[in-house]
Nanobody
Framework: QVQLVESGGGLVQAGGSLRLSCAASGSGFSINTLGWYRQVPGKQRELVAVIISDRSTSYSSSVKGRFTIARDNVENTVYLQMNNLKPEDTAVYYC?????????????WGRGTQVTVSS
């Protein structure tokens, strides 16, 4: 099993910044992909950003240029720096990890952290 522990959510005014962190732990696994998804009530969970082990990244078009994802491969931690936040960024943000054990890949999710952006 891989455990994901998120931190850094909260309330911020529009135009402000927040930094989310997620630490992955679990023995016997190699973490391939780390990322962030978000979800608002009544809607599907959507991709925000992902970063794979070679540090290549992918972003949702709605956050590109405002959010930056980074990872520490030694600590198995992923960060999401969110700048110029907008009210439409309000959501529960979930940490995601794809981990490999031998030849099998497994997907894991954190419990989520609330981000609220006031106008």
């Amino acid at each position: 099993q891989v455990q994901l522990v998120e931190s850094g959510g909260g309330l911020v005014q529009a135009g402000g910044s927040l930094r989310l962190s997620c630490a992955a732990s679990g023995s016997g696994f190699s973490i391939n992909t780390l990322g962030w998804y978000r979800q608002v009530p009544g809607k599907q969970r959507e991709l925000v950003a992902v970063i794979i082990s070679d540090r290549s990244t992918s972003y949702s078009s709605s956050v590109k240029g405002r959010f930056t994802i980074a990872r520490d491969n030694v600590e198995n931690t992923v960060y999401l720096q969110m700048n110029n936040l907008k009210p439409e960024d309000t959501a529960v943000y979930y940490c995601y990890a794809r981990a490999r054990r031998y030849t099998t890949f497994y997907d894991y999710w954190g419990r989520g952290t609330q981000v609220t952006v006031s106008s």
